[in-house]
T-cell receptor
């Protein structure tokens, strides 16, 4: 079955540590996205990539980094500079860029130890 | 006015009831619209796109009113399994390759036996 796989489902970060969240899709989608969701809040865009080897900052990119070396993969690193990383992180993809509906992975919950 | 605004609810309805959600958006340049559902602690899933002429999918009807800048979702004959948070999503084209998908905070629906 085609889909988006995020791992791990749960992740704990120590102070000063960088952690990387994995996102892989086998839908052959060009565009990929990272969002964070806090309780009672809407999804906020962290980074997006329209095509392989390209990515752009979203609304809340500070303290995060990404790469897009392969079409299938869009990992997100939460750096120690992100002072409030506890959230539900969602990766999404869409067939193309330009308002296509997005399909989501099942998310990673990140907490601080 | 917020970019995308929804009544947070919660809406508590009995099985079999008809329930309607509204969503307003602030930017008249918005071009495409979607409803997603999100179960507790799960990822959002695309429920339906919203077309200018209105569209129906089984018990679900979506409508768009561009003049008043709102979209609606009507659920008929509510089932227990319809209990979820419903997210209104609006896409705006702001020139060139700049598109932005904005998520509302969601409306919580609980269908009671």
């Amino acid at each position: 079955d085609g889909g988006i796989t995020q791992s791990p489902k749960y992740l704990f970060r120590k102070e000063g540590q960088n952690v990387t969240l994995s996102c892989e899709q086998n839908l052959n989608h060009d565009a990929m996205y990272w969002y964070r969701q806090d309780p009672g809040q809407g999804l906020r865009l962290i980074y997006y990539s329209q095509i392989v080897n390209d990515f752009q900052k979203g609304d809340i990119a500070e303290g995060y980094s990404v790469s897009r070396e392969k079409k299938e993969s869009f990992p997100l690193t939460v750096t120690s500079a992100q002072k409030n990383p506890t959230a539900f992180y969602l990766c999404a993809s869409s067939i193309g860029w330009g308002g296509q509906p997005q399909h989501f992975g099942d998310g990673t919950r990140l907490s601080i130890l | 006015r917020k970019e995308v605004e929804q009544d947070p609810g919660p809406f508590n309805v009995p099985e079999g009831a008809t329930v309607a959600f509204n969503c307003t958006y602030s930017n008249s340049a918005s071009q495409s619209f979607f409803w997603y559902r999100q179960d507790c602690r799960k990822e959002p899933k695309l429920l339906m796109s919203v077309y200018s002429s209105g569209n129906e999918d089984g018990r679900f009807t979506a409508q768009l009113n561009r003049a008043s800048q709102y979209i609606s979702l009507l659920i008929r004959d509510s089932k227990l399994s319809d209990s979820a948070t419903y997210l209104c999503v609006v896409n705006k084209h702001s020139g060139g390759s700049n598109y932005k998908l904005t998520f509302g905070k969601g409306t919580l629906l609980t269908v009671n036996p």
